[in-house]
């Protein structure tokens, strides 16, 4: 009788706790229980788009995720259509994103582009990113200082190819162009693959590379590396100088790559991704997977990121306005 007694009391107290809009404390943990998107913004191939693929490979091999986790590719206007389908998908704990800087430069540059990072959830700051300044093997140029020279003696005759106007590598430009009081074109291609070509063809004479995609082509001898793009060198690029190692003093911001979700997702949730996200970088995989690719692993929390969204876009304001480019926000 008492067993029966305590156990209606607590039934009872399940069901006030119910009414009252207050989950019971054996259902607070959140556990997914049908398959997950990882939404990315460019398409197969593009550098959001691999990370993404890695990542889930990795958390199917390590046995991290209860369900299947699918990448979903949302490419179009920068960042805004996945960011808007994310949007779309408010409360949803089974939708992510894979987002990097140009998720915060978008809303920066672009009227239209309404969705700021912090409008969604931040989950994890997951990698810093170099990049190389490259030129073709038998280009004339032998250091950037050369390029440069030449971009003085023939004003806009050069050309650098690039993603749209608000990537990362057309702001290095005109950053360099406002420091050095040179002028080039910028020759905007929609996917990585038509931007290398154009390199390799010898229709631009410039192109900023992940490392990752350019160690393939260094060792084929397809390429050279002009300088690096980062506070410090990288040990496969050691005989590399960093820009201001080859003597332009411009400052520049770190491509970072990480995760989130939409607006309002449950305390819960994060938890459970903060968690997913933790035993992600500890894995020996992750290292492997770092050190290829020669990316920074430099994991933030779900608080910490938020936190480090708000300063990032601060930082890259501030640069996009020095670099003479229109901000809207």
Same mark, same amino acid.
Request: proline share 6%.
């Given at each position: 009788?008492?067993?029966?007694?305590?156990?209606?009391?607590l039934?009872?107290?399940?069901?006030?706790?119910?009414?009252?809009? $207050?989950?019971?404390?054996?259902?607070?943990?959140? *556990?997914?229980?049908?398959?997950?998107?990882l $939404?990315?913004? !460019?398409?197969?191939?593009?550098?959001?788009?691999?990370?993404?693929?890695?990542?889930?490979a990795? %958390?199917?091999?390590?046995?991290?995720?209860?369900?299947?986790?699918?990448?979903?590719?949302?490419?179009?206007?920068?960042?805004?259509?996945?960011s808007?389908?994310?949007?779309?998908? #408010?409360?949803?704990? =089974?939708?992510?994103?894979?987002?990097?800087?140009?998720? %915060?430069?978008?809303?920066?540059?672009?009227?239209?582009?309404?969705?700021?990072? =912090?409008?969604?959830?931040?989950?994890?700051?997951l &990698?810093?990113?170099?990049?190389?300044?490259?030129?073709?093997?038998?280009?004339?140029? @032998?250091?950037?200082?050369?390029? &440069?020279?030449?971009?003085?003696?023939?004003?806009? @005759?050069l050309?650098?190819?690039?993603? =749209?106007?608000?990537?990362?590598?057309? %702001?290095?430009?005109q950053?360099?162009m406002?420091?050095?009081?040179?002028?080039w074109?910028?020759?905007?291609?929609?996917?990585?693959?038509?931007?290398?070509?154009?390199l390799?063809?010898?229709?631009?004479?410039?192109?900023?590379?992940?490392?990752?995609?350019?160690?393939?082509?260094?060792?084929?001898?397809?390429?050279?590396?002009?300088?690096?793009?980062?506070?410090?060198?990288?040990?496969?690029?050691?005989?590399?100088?960093?820009?201001?190692?080859?003597?332009?003093?411009v400052?520049?911001?770190?491509?970072?790559?990480?995760? +989130?979700?939409?607006?309002?997702?449950?305390?819960?949730?994060?938890?459970y991704y903060? #968690?997913?996200?933790?035993? +992600?970088?500890?894995?020996p995989?992750?290292?492997k997977?770092?050190?290829?690719?020669?990316? &920074?692993?430099?994991?933030?929390?779900s608080?910490?990121?938020? #936190?480090?969204?708000?300063?990032?876009?601060?930082q890259i304001?501030?640069?996009?306005?020095?670099? !003479?480019?229109?901000? *809207?926000?």
């Open positions: 009788m008492k067993r029966q007694l305590n156990r209606r009391h039934l009872g107290a399940a069901a006030a706790l119910a009414i009252a809009g $207050v989950s019971p404390a054996f259902a607070a943990d959140f *556990v997914p229980t049908r398959p997950l998107e $939404v990315v913004h !460019g398409g197969p191939g593009s550098g959001n788009d691999l990370l993404a693929r890695a990542v889930v990795m %958390i199917d091999q390590a046995k991290l995720s209860p369900v299947r986790i699918q990448v979903v590719n949302k490419p179009g206007g920068g960042s805004t259509n996945a808007s389908y994310l949007l779309s998908k #408010k409360g949803d704990p =089974n939708t992510l994103g894979i987002f990097t800087s140009v998720w %915060i430069i978008d809303p920066l540059l672009q009227e239209a582009a309404t969705t700021r990072l =912090n409008d969604l959830t931040p989950v994890a700051r &990698i810093f990113e170099p990049a190389l300044v490259t030129v073709r093997a038998d280009s004339p140029f @032998q250091s950037l200082g050369d390029f &440069i020279a030449a971009a003085k003696a023939k004003p806009d @005759q050309k650098q190819s690039g993603g =749209n106007a608000s990537s990362r590598e057309n %702001i290095l430009r950053q360099l406002g420091a050095t009081g040179t002028s074109a910028f020759v905007s291609f929609p996917s990585g693959g038509e931007r290398l070509s154009a390799l063809g010898g229709h631009v004479d410039i192109m900023i590379l992940d490392p990752s995609e350019a160690t393939e082509l260094i060792r084929g001898g397809k390429i050279r590396v002009l300088a690096q793009i980062g506070e410090k060198r990288l040990p496969a690029f050691k005989d590399v100088p960093t820009l201001a190692e080859a003597g332009f003093n400052e520049t911001f770190a491509q970072t790559r990480g995760i +989130l979700g939409p607006p309002d997702m449950a305390p819960e949730v994060v938890a903060d #968690k997913l996200v933790a035993k +992600l970088v500890a894995l995989a992750w290292q997977y770092v050190e290829e690719n020669h990316f &920074i692993s430099a994991p933030l929390s608080a910490e990121t938020r #936190k480090f969204v708000v300063d990032y876009e601060d304001r501030d640069l996009l306005k020095q670099a !003479g480019m229109k901000v *809207v926000r």
